[in-house]
């Protein structure tokens, strides 16, 4: 729901999320040290999300991100 604490996801569900997106956008799932990454990335945004009381912005700021990462222009 829009209302859900994306600042308290569990890791798992993060790089669950992370992975079906970055398959959706560049037609490769994230992978390790990388997946980390950008799953700490998610983690910072989600908190700046909570506190500015727009949480569904948290999901949408990553695939913003992904969309413009090269891999996204050349898929």
């Given at each position: ?21 970055s ?8 992978a ?30 990553i ?13």
């Amino acid at each position: 729901p829009p209302s859900a604490d994306v600042a308290a996801l569990d890791d798992a569900t993060v790089r669950k999320n992370l992975t079906y997106l970055s398959t959706r956008f560049w037609g490769e799932p994230l992978a390790g040290d990388e997946l980390t990454t950008w799953a700490n990335t998610f983690k910072n945004i989600a908190v700046r999300a909570k506190a500015a009381k727009k949480p569904r912005e948290a999901w949408g700021s990553i695939c913003v991100a992904l969309m413009t990462d090269a891999r996204f222009i050349t898929y």
